[in-house]
Protein backbone atom coordinates (compact mmCIF):
# COMPACT_ATOMS: atom_id res chain seq x y z
CA UNK A 1 0.00 0.00 0.00
CA UNK A 2 1.47 3.48 -0.83
CA UNK A 3 2.72 5.66 1.82
CA UNK A 4 -0.10 7.89 2.99
CA UNK A 5 -2.92 6.18 1.44
CA UNK A 6 -3.97 4.33 5.25
CA UNK A 7 -7.33 2.94 4.62
CA UNK A 8 -8.47 5.58 1.77
CA UNK A 9 -9.62 3.69 -1.80
CA UNK A 10 -8.64 5.87 -4.70
CA UNK A 11 -10.71 8.58 -5.23
CA UNK A 12 -13.48 7.95 -8.55
CA UNK A 13 -12.76 11.48 -10.32
CA UNK A 14 -9.15 13.18 -10.97
CA UNK A 15 -9.91 16.96 -10.05
CA UNK A 16 -11.67 18.13 -7.04
CA UNK A 17 -13.14 21.53 -5.84
CA UNK A 18 -13.45 21.98 -2.70
CA UNK A 19 -16.04 24.16 -1.56
CA UNK A 20 -17.01 25.25 2.26
CA UNK A 21 -19.13 28.18 2.90
CA UNK A 22 -20.90 30.51 5.24
CA UNK A 23 -23.34 32.52 3.09
CA UNK A 24 -24.55 30.09 0.58
CA UNK A 25 -26.37 32.16 -1.33
CA UNK A 26 -26.02 30.54 -5.00
CA UNK A 27 -23.79 27.97 -4.12
CA UNK A 28 -25.56 25.08 -4.95
CA UNK A 29 -25.90 26.63 -8.79
CA UNK A 30 -22.31 27.35 -8.97
CA UNK A 31 -21.62 23.46 -7.58
CA UNK A 32 -24.12 22.12 -10.41
CA UNK A 33 -21.53 24.02 -13.07
CA UNK A 34 -18.87 22.78 -11.26
CA UNK A 35 -20.01 19.35 -12.03
CA UNK A 36 -20.92 19.61 -15.13
CA UNK A 37 -17.66 20.63 -16.17
CA UNK A 38 -16.09 17.36 -14.03
CA UNK A 39 -15.59 18.43 -10.62
CA UNK A 40 -15.86 16.11 -8.19
CA UNK A 41 -17.02 18.35 -5.17
CA UNK A 42 -15.64 18.11 -1.29
CA UNK A 43 -17.37 19.43 1.44
CA UNK A 44 -17.51 20.07 5.35
CA UNK A 45 -20.85 20.44 7.87
CA UNK A 46 -23.32 22.85 6.86
CA UNK A 47 -22.32 23.30 3.15
CA UNK A 48 -22.21 20.05 2.48
CA UNK A 49 -26.02 19.28 3.63
CA UNK A 50 -27.12 22.17 1.82
CA UNK A 51 -25.54 20.67 -1.34
CA UNK A 52 -27.22 17.35 -0.91
CA UNK A 53 -30.56 19.04 -0.28
CA UNK A 54 -30.05 20.49 -3.66
CA UNK A 55 -29.54 17.26 -5.06
CA UNK A 56 -25.39 17.76 -6.00
CA UNK A 57 -23.48 14.46 -5.25
CA UNK A 58 -20.82 15.65 -2.44
CA UNK A 59 -17.74 13.82 -0.46
CA UNK A 60 -17.56 14.97 2.92
CA UNK A 61 -13.40 16.30 3.40
CA UNK A 62 -13.77 13.99 6.51
CA UNK A 63 -14.02 11.18 4.07
CA UNK A 64 -11.27 12.56 2.30
CA UNK A 65 -8.83 12.61 4.96
CA UNK A 66 -9.66 10.00 6.38
CA UNK A 67 -9.69 12.19 9.79
CA UNK A 68 -12.98 13.19 11.51
CA UNK A 69 -13.99 17.04 11.68
CA UNK A 70 -12.92 17.73 15.81
CA UNK A 71 -12.58 20.11 18.16
CA UNK A 72 -16.18 21.52 18.01
CA UNK A 73 -15.59 21.80 14.21
CA UNK A 74 -12.65 24.30 15.36
CA UNK A 75 -10.61 21.54 12.59
CA UNK A 76 -11.93 20.36 9.30
CA UNK A 77 -9.55 21.16 6.34
CA UNK A 78 -6.13 21.69 7.92
CA UNK A 79 -4.78 18.28 6.74
CA UNK A 80 -1.79 17.35 4.54
CA UNK A 81 -4.16 15.43 1.75
CA UNK A 82 -6.33 18.81 1.72
CA UNK A 83 -3.53 21.41 1.51
CA UNK A 84 -1.35 19.33 -0.56
CA UNK A 85 -3.75 18.88 -3.14
CA UNK A 86 -4.22 22.81 -3.24
CA UNK A 87 -0.31 23.57 -3.14
CA UNK A 88 0.87 21.25 -4.94
CA UNK A 89 2.35 23.06 -8.81
CA UNK A 90 0.99 21.20 -11.68
CA UNK A 91 4.03 22.34 -13.68
CA UNK A 92 6.52 20.70 -11.40
CA UNK A 93 6.90 16.87 -11.77
CA UNK A 94 8.39 16.46 -8.34
CA UNK A 95 5.10 18.21 -6.58
CA UNK A 96 3.23 15.97 -8.67
CA UNK A 97 5.18 12.50 -8.27
CA UNK A 98 4.66 13.62 -4.18
CA UNK A 99 1.01 13.53 -3.90
CA UNK A 100 1.11 10.74 -5.97
CA UNK A 101 2.80 8.94 -4.05
CA UNK A 102 1.01 9.66 -0.93
CA UNK A 103 -2.36 9.34 -2.45
CA UNK A 104 -3.97 12.89 -2.55
CA UNK A 105 -5.83 14.30 -5.50
CA UNK A 106 -5.34 18.13 -7.03
CA UNK A 107 -7.81 20.47 -5.70
CA UNK A 108 -8.30 22.70 -8.72
CA UNK A 109 -11.46 24.69 -7.32
CA UNK A 110 -11.56 26.49 -3.46
CA UNK A 111 -14.66 27.91 -2.75
CA UNK A 112 -14.79 29.50 0.42
CA UNK A 113 -16.30 32.68 2.48
CA UNK A 114 -15.43 33.20 5.46
CA UNK A 115 -16.91 33.83 9.21
CA UNK A 116 -19.02 36.50 9.75
CA UNK A 117 -16.48 38.20 12.23
CA UNK A 118 -17.29 42.08 11.19
CA UNK A 119 -20.83 41.18 11.30
CA UNK A 120 -20.85 39.56 14.85
CA UNK A 121 -18.96 42.20 16.67
CA UNK A 122 -21.31 44.78 15.26
CA UNK A 123 -24.34 43.26 17.17
CA UNK A 124 -25.09 44.79 20.07
CA UNK A 125 -24.27 42.68 23.13
CA UNK A 126 -21.69 40.46 21.62
CA UNK A 127 -19.68 38.97 24.06
CA UNK A 128 -16.26 38.46 23.97
CA UNK A 129 -16.07 34.50 23.49
CA UNK A 130 -18.94 34.68 20.54
CA UNK A 131 -16.20 36.99 18.82
CA UNK A 132 -13.39 34.70 19.38
CA UNK A 133 -15.65 31.49 18.05
CA UNK A 134 -16.41 33.67 14.77
CA UNK A 135 -12.28 33.66 14.17
CA UNK A 136 -11.88 31.86 10.86
CA UNK A 137 -8.94 29.84 10.55
CA UNK A 138 -9.51 26.90 8.07
CA UNK A 139 -10.38 29.27 6.04
CA UNK A 140 -8.49 32.03 5.26
CA UNK A 141 -5.36 29.16 5.16
CA UNK A 142 -7.15 27.91 2.51
CA UNK A 143 -8.00 31.00 0.30
CA UNK A 144 -4.31 32.32 1.22
CA UNK A 145 -2.85 28.40 -0.48
CA UNK A 146 -5.09 28.51 -3.48
CA UNK A 147 -4.34 32.04 -4.26
CA UNK A 148 -0.75 31.32 -3.93
CA UNK A 149 -1.12 29.15 -6.42
CA UNK A 150 -3.48 30.63 -8.66
CA UNK A 151 -1.73 29.00 -11.84
CA UNK A 152 -2.95 25.84 -10.52
CA UNK A 153 -5.90 26.43 -8.71
CA UNK A 154 -8.76 28.89 -8.57
CA UNK A 155 -9.69 30.48 -5.81
CA UNK A 156 -13.37 31.75 -5.26
CA UNK A 157 -13.94 34.38 -2.28
CA UNK A 158 -16.52 36.23 -3.86
CA UNK A 159 -19.91 35.07 -4.56
CA UNK A 160 -20.16 37.96 -7.85
CA UNK A 161 -17.72 34.99 -9.90
CA UNK A 162 -20.16 32.40 -9.56
CA UNK A 163 -21.84 33.15 -12.74
CA UNK A 164 -19.27 34.18 -15.32
CA UNK A 165 -16.58 31.54 -13.55
CA UNK A 166 -19.00 28.73 -13.90
CA UNK A 167 -19.80 29.52 -17.70
CA UNK A 168 -16.24 29.52 -18.03
CA UNK A 169 -15.60 26.19 -16.61
CA UNK A 170 -18.52 24.48 -17.49
CA UNK A 171 -17.50 25.20 -21.22
CA UNK A 172 -14.34 23.67 -21.42
CA UNK A 173 -12.88 27.45 -21.52
CA UNK A 174 -9.06 28.07 -19.99
CA UNK A 175 -8.87 31.32 -17.83
CA UNK A 176 -6.60 33.60 -19.09
CA UNK A 177 -3.67 34.40 -16.73
CA UNK A 178 -5.29 37.95 -15.78
CA UNK A 179 -8.27 36.33 -14.84
CA UNK A 180 -6.63 33.84 -12.01
CA UNK A 181 -4.33 36.95 -10.91
CA UNK A 182 -7.64 38.84 -10.19
CA UNK A 183 -9.18 35.99 -8.23
CA UNK A 184 -5.61 36.03 -6.08
CA UNK A 185 -5.96 39.39 -5.29
CA UNK A 186 -9.17 39.54 -4.38
CA UNK A 187 -9.16 36.43 -1.87
CA UNK A 188 -5.68 38.28 -0.04
CA UNK A 189 -7.70 42.09 0.03
CA UNK A 190 -10.69 39.94 1.90
CA UNK A 191 -8.11 38.26 3.95
CA UNK A 192 -6.59 41.17 5.05
CA UNK A 193 -9.86 43.55 5.52
CA UNK A 194 -11.04 40.31 8.01
CA UNK A 195 -7.36 40.33 9.69
CA UNK A 196 -7.09 43.67 10.06
CA UNK A 197 -10.97 44.04 11.60
CA UNK A 198 -9.97 41.10 14.12
CA UNK A 199 -6.81 43.12 15.24
CA UNK A 200 -8.78 46.23 15.66
CA UNK A 201 -11.26 44.17 17.67
CA UNK A 202 -8.56 42.69 19.95
CA UNK A 203 -6.78 45.95 20.18
CA UNK A 204 -10.07 47.72 21.68
CA UNK A 205 -10.43 44.90 23.97
CA UNK A 206 -6.85 44.69 25.22
CA UNK A 207 -7.70 48.44 25.77
CA UNK A 208 -10.37 47.98 27.82
CA UNK A 209 -9.10 45.25 29.88
CA UNK A 210 -5.94 47.39 30.63
CA UNK A 211 -8.44 50.28 31.61
CA UNK A 212 -10.82 47.99 33.51
CA UNK A 213 -7.61 46.52 35.37
CA UNK A 214 -6.14 50.37 35.99
CA UNK A 215 -9.20 51.52 37.71
CA UNK A 216 -9.45 48.06 39.71
CA UNK A 217 -5.62 48.92 40.77
CA UNK A 218 -6.12 52.71 41.13
CA UNK A 219 -9.61 53.04 42.50
CA UNK A 220 -10.41 55.17 39.95
CA UNK A 221 -7.88 57.35 39.81
CA UNK A 222 -6.40 56.59 36.43
CA UNK A 223 -9.53 57.05 34.42
CA UNK A 224 -9.83 60.05 36.45
CA UNK A 225 -6.47 61.58 35.35
CA UNK A 226 -7.08 60.27 31.62
CA UNK A 227 -10.77 62.11 31.17
CA UNK A 228 -9.11 65.50 32.74
CA UNK A 229 -6.16 65.17 30.64
CA UNK A 230 -5.07 68.40 28.79
CA UNK A 231 -1.76 67.87 27.09
CA UNK A 232 -1.19 65.29 24.36
CA UNK A 233 1.57 63.45 26.93
CA UNK A 234 -1.36 63.36 29.09
CA UNK A 235 -3.81 62.10 26.44
CA UNK A 236 -1.96 59.86 24.39
CA UNK A 237 -1.59 57.48 28.12
CA UNK A 238 -5.11 57.02 27.96
CA UNK A 239 -5.25 55.96 24.88
CA UNK A 240 -3.44 52.55 22.66
CA UNK A 241 -2.75 52.78 19.48
CA UNK A 242 -1.50 49.83 17.35
CA UNK A 243 2.35 49.71 15.75
CA UNK A 244 0.80 48.61 12.44
CA UNK A 245 -2.48 50.57 11.72
CA UNK A 246 -4.85 48.29 9.38
CA UNK A 247 -7.79 49.45 7.56
CA UNK A 248 -9.83 48.03 5.57
CA UNK A 249 -13.34 49.40 3.25
CA UNK A 250 -15.32 47.83 0.61
CA UNK A 251 -16.13 49.49 -2.44
CA UNK A 252 -19.53 50.86 -2.77
CA UNK A 253 -19.60 53.25 -6.33
CA UNK A 254 -17.23 54.53 -8.92
CA UNK A 255 -17.57 58.27 -9.25
CA UNK A 256 -17.46 60.05 -12.13
CA UNK A 257 -14.55 62.35 -11.38
CA UNK A 258 -12.63 63.64 -8.29
CA UNK A 259 -12.74 66.76 -6.87
CA UNK A 260 -11.56 67.83 -10.16
CA UNK A 261 -12.32 66.36 -13.82
CA UNK A 262 -9.32 64.68 -14.78
CA UNK A 263 -9.06 62.74 -10.77
CA UNK A 264 -10.25 59.81 -11.09
CA UNK A 265 -12.20 58.55 -7.92
CA UNK A 266 -14.00 55.78 -6.09
CA UNK A 267 -16.36 55.53 -2.84
CA UNK A 268 -15.63 53.16 -0.60
CA UNK A 269 -17.76 52.03 2.35
CA UNK A 270 -17.08 50.42 6.05
CA UNK A 271 -18.61 47.07 5.42
CA UNK A 272 -20.52 47.49 8.25
CA UNK A 273 -21.83 51.64 7.16
CA UNK A 274 -24.56 52.29 9.67
CA UNK A 275 -27.78 53.81 8.01
CA UNK A 276 -26.59 57.40 10.23
CA UNK A 277 -23.74 57.79 8.07
CA UNK A 278 -23.15 58.83 4.41
CA UNK A 279 -21.58 55.79 3.48
CA UNK A 280 -25.13 53.47 4.48
CA UNK A 281 -27.35 56.89 3.52
CA UNK A 282 -29.89 55.48 0.94
CA UNK A 283 -30.61 57.56 -1.97
CA UNK A 284 -34.09 57.89 -2.65
CA UNK A 285 -33.62 60.09 -6.00
CA UNK A 286 -31.19 62.16 -7.83
CA UNK A 287 -27.73 61.73 -10.11
CA UNK A 288 -25.06 59.80 -8.39
CA UNK A 289 -23.46 61.55 -5.45
CA UNK A 290 -20.00 62.82 -6.72
CA UNK A 291 -17.07 63.13 -4.55
CA UNK A 292 -17.58 66.74 -3.38
CA UNK A 293 -20.90 65.97 -3.03
CA UNK A 294 -19.78 62.84 -0.38
CA UNK A 295 -17.92 65.58 1.60
CA UNK A 296 -20.00 68.16 1.57
CA UNK A 297 -22.87 65.99 2.68
CA UNK A 298 -21.00 64.09 5.63
CA UNK A 299 -19.55 67.98 6.82
CA UNK A 300 -23.63 68.93 6.66
CA UNK A 301 -24.64 65.53 8.46
CA UNK A 302 -21.65 65.82 11.23
CA UNK A 303 -22.83 69.90 12.03
CA UNK A 304 -26.84 68.48 12.31
CA UNK A 305 -25.38 65.70 14.79
CA UNK A 306 -23.77 68.15 16.78
CA UNK A 307 -26.80 70.04 17.69
CA UNK A 308 -28.80 66.71 18.38
CA UNK A 309 -28.53 67.32 22.03
CA UNK A 310 -30.61 70.44 21.77
CA UNK A 311 -33.76 68.81 20.61
CA UNK A 312 -34.45 71.51 18.37
CA UNK A 313 -35.81 71.24 14.43
CA UNK A 314 -32.37 72.02 12.39
CA UNK A 315 -31.52 72.95 9.30
CA UNK A 316 -27.98 73.48 7.90
CA UNK A 317 -26.39 74.52 4.54
CA UNK A 318 -23.19 73.32 3.55
CA UNK A 319 -20.98 74.79 0.56
CA UNK A 320 -17.38 73.19 -0.06
CA UNK A 321 -17.73 71.65 3.78
CA UNK A 322 -18.19 74.94 5.54
CA UNK A 323 -21.78 75.82 7.04
CA UNK A 324 -23.27 78.81 5.24
CA UNK A 325 -26.16 79.23 7.19
CA UNK A 326 -27.70 77.13 10.27
CA UNK A 327 -30.82 77.69 11.46
CA UNK A 328 -33.02 76.28 14.68
CA UNK A 329 -36.88 76.83 14.99
CA UNK A 330 -40.10 75.42 16.94
CA UNK A 331 -41.05 74.11 13.33
CA UNK A 332 -38.58 72.42 10.69
CA UNK A 333 -40.20 75.26 8.25
CA UNK A 334 -38.86 77.93 10.66
CA UNK A 335 -35.48 76.45 11.30
CA UNK A 336 -34.76 76.36 7.51
CA UNK A 337 -36.15 79.87 7.09
CA UNK A 338 -33.00 81.13 9.63
CA UNK A 339 -30.64 78.92 7.63
CA UNK A 340 -31.43 80.55 4.23
CA UNK A 341 -31.50 84.19 5.98
CA UNK A 342 -28.58 83.55 7.29
CA UNK A 343 -26.42 83.55 3.78
CA UNK A 344 -29.06 83.74 1.04
CA UNK A 345 -26.46 83.54 -1.88
CA UNK A 346 -24.23 81.17 -0.76
CA UNK A 347 -26.94 78.69 -0.36
CA UNK A 348 -27.42 78.17 -4.36
CA UNK A 349 -26.22 75.33 -5.30
CA UNK A 350 -25.02 73.64 -1.44
CA UNK A 351 -26.22 70.90 0.65
CA UNK A 352 -29.37 71.00 2.68
CA UNK A 353 -29.28 68.47 5.77
CA UNK A 354 -32.66 68.56 7.98
CA UNK A 355 -33.18 66.49 11.47
CA UNK A 356 -37.07 65.67 10.85
CA UNK A 357 -38.97 64.45 7.97
CA UNK A 358 -39.76 67.31 5.28
CA UNK A 359 -43.52 67.48 4.41
CA UNK A 360 -44.73 69.05 1.76
CA UNK A 361 -44.87 72.56 1.89
CA UNK A 362 -41.04 72.95 2.93
CA UNK A 363 -40.37 70.82 -0.10
CA UNK A 364 -42.03 73.18 -1.74
CA UNK A 365 -40.14 75.69 -0.94
CA UNK A 366 -36.56 73.51 -1.32
CA UNK A 367 -37.94 72.52 -5.24
CA UNK A 368 -38.10 76.22 -6.51
CA UNK A 369 -34.30 76.40 -5.05
CA UNK A 370 -31.10 75.03 -7.33
CA UNK A 371 -29.78 72.88 -4.76
CA UNK A 372 -27.32 69.63 -4.84
CA UNK A 373 -28.34 67.49 -2.08
CA UNK A 374 -31.22 67.02 0.63
CA UNK A 375 -30.37 65.44 3.23
CA UNK A 376 -32.79 63.98 6.17
CA UNK A 377 -34.19 61.41 7.82
CA UNK A 378 -37.79 61.06 6.13
CA UNK A 379 -39.99 62.76 3.42
CA UNK A 380 -43.27 62.34 2.79
CA UNK A 381 -45.35 60.73 -0.04
CA UNK A 382 -46.68 64.50 -0.89
CA UNK A 383 -43.01 66.19 -0.18
CA UNK A 384 -41.58 63.48 -2.68
CA UNK A 385 -43.61 64.50 -5.27
CA UNK A 386 -42.72 67.94 -4.89
CA UNK A 387 -39.65 67.38 -5.12
CA UNK A 388 -39.64 64.66 -7.81
CA UNK A 389 -40.08 67.83 -10.21
CA UNK A 390 -36.14 68.64 -9.83
CA UNK A 391 -34.80 64.99 -11.29
CA UNK A 392 -31.41 65.67 -10.99
CA UNK A 393 -31.82 66.58 -6.98
CA UNK A 394 -30.32 64.11 -4.38
CA UNK A 395 -32.41 63.44 -1.84
CA UNK A 396 -30.88 61.53 1.03
CA UNK A 397 -32.56 59.50 4.02
CA UNK A 398 -30.17 58.74 6.97
CA UNK A 399 -31.25 57.38 10.01
CA UNK A 400 -30.92 60.13 12.95
CA UNK A 401 -31.56 58.32 15.83
CA UNK A 402 -28.63 55.98 15.63
CA UNK A 403 -25.27 57.43 16.76
CA UNK A 404 -22.92 59.07 13.97
CA UNK A 405 -19.31 57.20 15.33
CA UNK A 406 -18.53 54.52 16.77
CA UNK A 407 -16.18 53.71 19.63
CA UNK A 408 -13.03 53.65 18.18
CA UNK A 409 -13.42 55.40 14.93
CA UNK A 410 -10.83 57.43 13.45
CA UNK A 411 -10.12 60.19 11.26
CA UNK A 412 -7.47 59.07 8.53
CA UNK A 413 -6.06 61.58 6.47
CA UNK A 414 -3.42 60.79 3.53
CA UNK A 415 -0.01 62.55 3.05
CA UNK A 416 2.78 61.76 1.02
CA UNK A 417 4.39 58.76 2.47
CA UNK A 418 2.46 58.43 5.56
CA UNK A 419 -0.92 58.43 7.01
CA UNK A 420 -2.04 60.62 9.76
CA UNK A 421 -4.70 59.27 12.24
CA UNK A 422 -6.55 61.24 14.92
CA UNK A 423 -9.62 60.50 17.35
CA UNK A 424 -12.31 61.85 15.93
CA UNK A 425 -13.07 65.73 17.60
CA UNK A 426 -16.49 64.50 19.48
CA UNK A 427 -17.67 65.65 22.55
CA UNK A 428 -16.62 68.99 24.53
CA UNK A 429 -15.80 70.39 27.73
CA UNK A 430 -19.67 71.68 29.17
CA UNK A 431 -20.43 75.43 29.50
CA UNK A 432 -20.29 74.60 33.07
CA UNK A 433 -16.80 74.07 33.18
CA UNK A 434 -16.13 77.75 31.18
CA UNK A 435 -14.07 79.96 32.58
CA UNK A 436 -15.26 83.93 32.15
CA UNK A 437 -12.17 85.90 32.11
CA UNK A 438 -14.34 89.22 31.65
CA UNK A 439 -15.91 91.73 34.11
CA UNK A 440 -19.20 91.33 32.95
CA UNK A 441 -20.52 87.92 32.74
CA UNK A 442 -22.88 86.40 29.90
CA UNK A 443 -26.50 87.44 30.19
CA UNK A 444 -28.80 84.36 29.81
CA UNK A 445 -29.50 85.26 25.97
CA UNK A 446 -25.76 85.35 25.39
CA UNK A 447 -24.72 82.28 27.00
CA UNK A 448 -27.41 80.58 24.87
CA UNK A 449 -25.60 82.20 21.58
CA UNK A 450 -22.47 81.28 22.98
CA UNK A 451 -23.25 77.41 23.17
CA UNK A 452 -25.03 77.35 19.50
CA UNK A 453 -22.17 79.26 18.16
CA UNK A 454 -19.32 77.35 19.93
CA UNK A 455 -21.00 73.94 18.32
CA UNK A 456 -20.87 75.88 14.56
CA UNK A 457 -17.43 76.73 14.77
CA UNK A 458 -15.52 73.71 14.86
CA UNK A 459 -16.72 72.25 11.73
CA UNK A 460 -15.71 75.50 9.87
CA UNK A 461 -12.80 75.47 8.45
CA UNK A 462 -9.38 77.49 10.11
CA UNK A 463 -8.86 79.86 11.43
CA UNK A 464 -12.69 80.16 11.93
CA UNK A 465 -14.78 82.99 13.41
CA UNK A 466 -18.90 82.35 14.11
CA UNK A 467 -21.48 85.46 14.91
CA UNK A 468 -24.45 84.03 15.64
CA UNK A 469 -27.55 84.42 18.28
CA UNK A 470 -29.37 81.55 20.03
CA UNK A 471 -31.44 80.72 16.86
CA UNK A 472 -29.00 81.24 14.00
CA UNK A 473 -25.77 81.75 12.62
CA UNK A 474 -25.12 85.37 11.29
CA UNK A 475 -21.41 85.89 9.43
CA UNK A 476 -19.21 83.21 9.27
CA UNK A 477 -15.34 83.43 8.26
CA UNK A 478 -13.95 80.34 7.05
CA UNK A 479 -10.23 79.15 6.31
CA UNK A 480 -8.30 82.40 6.73
CA UNK A 481 -4.60 82.83 7.30
CA UNK A 482 -5.50 85.93 10.22
CA UNK A 483 -8.32 85.52 12.59
CA UNK A 484 -8.68 89.41 12.06
CA UNK A 485 -9.78 88.68 8.58
CA UNK A 486 -12.26 85.80 9.33
CA UNK A 487 -13.59 88.00 11.84
CA UNK A 488 -14.26 90.67 9.24
CA UNK A 489 -15.49 88.33 6.33
CA UNK A 490 -18.13 86.79 9.22
CA UNK A 491 -18.96 90.76 10.55
CA UNK A 492 -19.15 91.79 6.63
CA UNK A 493 -21.84 88.81 6.05
CA UNK A 494 -23.54 89.86 9.28
CA UNK A 495 -24.47 93.29 8.39
CA UNK A 496 -26.47 95.22 10.75
CA UNK A 497 -27.16 92.02 12.46
CA UNK A 498 -24.02 92.05 14.06
CA UNK A 499 -24.66 94.46 16.72
CA UNK A 500 -25.71 92.28 19.58
CA UNK A 501 -24.85 88.78 18.44
CA UNK A 502 -22.02 86.78 20.12
CA UNK A 503 -18.83 85.73 18.52
CA UNK A 504 -16.83 82.07 18.71
CA UNK A 505 -13.61 81.39 17.34
CA UNK A 506 -12.01 78.25 17.05
CA UNK A 507 -8.80 79.04 18.57
CA UNK A 508 -7.34 81.72 20.80
CA UNK A 509 -6.68 85.64 20.17
CA UNK A 510 -2.86 86.09 19.29
CA UNK A 511 -3.52 89.71 19.62
CA UNK A 512 -6.41 91.75 20.36
CA UNK A 513 -7.12 93.32 17.35
CA UNK A 514 -10.10 90.41 16.38
CA UNK A 515 -11.60 91.90 19.86
CA UNK A 516 -11.65 95.52 18.70
CA UNK A 517 -13.22 94.81 15.13
CA UNK A 518 -15.84 92.51 17.40
CA UNK A 519 -16.90 95.63 19.56
CA UNK A 520 -16.87 98.04 16.73
CA UNK A 521 -19.50 95.79 14.94
CA UNK A 522 -21.35 95.43 18.51
CA UNK A 523 -20.81 92.19 19.14
CA UNK A 524 -21.57 91.98 22.92
CA UNK A 525 -19.96 88.48 23.79
CA UNK A 526 -17.16 86.52 22.92
CA UNK A 527 -16.45 82.96 23.52
CA UNK A 528 -12.86 81.22 22.52
CA UNK A 529 -10.47 79.00 23.39
CA UNK A 530 -7.72 81.16 25.58
CA UNK A 531 -4.13 80.36 26.06
CA UNK A 532 -2.39 82.71 24.28
CA UNK A 533 0.50 84.51 25.68
CA UNK A 534 -1.13 87.53 24.76
CA UNK A 535 -4.70 86.68 26.73
CA UNK A 536 -4.38 89.05 29.06
CA UNK A 537 -4.73 92.17 26.11
CA UNK A 538 -7.56 90.44 24.93
CA UNK A 539 -9.30 90.74 28.06
CA UNK A 540 -8.33 94.11 28.76
CA UNK A 541 -9.84 95.06 25.06
CA UNK A 542 -13.02 92.96 26.08
CA UNK A 543 -12.82 94.89 29.95
CA UNK A 544 -13.02 98.38 27.93
CA UNK A 545 -15.76 97.82 25.07
CA UNK A 546 -18.09 96.28 27.94
CA UNK A 547 -17.90 92.59 26.32
CA UNK A 548 -18.19 89.70 28.35
CA UNK A 549 -15.66 86.94 27.10
CA UNK A 550 -15.61 82.93 27.75
CA UNK A 551 -12.48 80.41 27.68
CA UNK A 552 -13.80 77.07 26.92
CA UNK A 553 -10.17 75.10 27.59
CA UNK A 554 -10.37 73.56 23.95
CA UNK A 555 -8.97 74.32 20.86
CA UNK A 556 -11.32 73.29 17.49
CA UNK A 557 -8.99 73.72 14.40
CA UNK A 558 -10.06 72.19 11.59
CA UNK A 559 -7.59 71.90 8.89
Not at 69 to 77: A, C, D, F, N, Q
Not at 234 to 259: C, D, I
Request: overall charge negative; hydrophobic content about 45%; charged content about 25%.
Amino acid sequence: MPKGRGFMRRSWVNKWALVSVFKKEGVADFCRRLVAAGYGILSTGGTARHLREAGIAVTEVSDYTGFPEMLEGRVKTLHPRIHAGVLARREDESHMATIAEHGIDRIDVVVVNLYPFRETIARPGVTFAEAIEMIDIGGPSLLRAAAKNHRGCLPVVDPADYAWLGDALASGRELTAAERTRLAAKVFAETSAYDAAIAAYLEAAATRAATEAGKAQAGGAQAETAAKADTPAQAEASVTWPPLYQVSFVHKQALRYGENPHQQAHFYADADASPATIAGARQLQGKELSYNNIQDADAALQILRALDDLERPAAVAVKHMNPCGVGLGATLDEAFARAFEADSVSIFGGIIALNRTVEAELAERLAGMFLEIILAPGFTAQALERLARKKNLRLLEVDMEQPLWRPGDHLLRRVSGGLLVQEVNVGDIGADEWQVVTRRQPTEAEWEALRFGWRIVRFVKSNAIVLANSEMTLGIGAGQMNRVGAAKIAIEQAGSRAKGSVLASDAFFPMRDTVDTAAAAGVTAIVQPGGSIKDKESIEAADEHGIAMVFTGRRHFLH
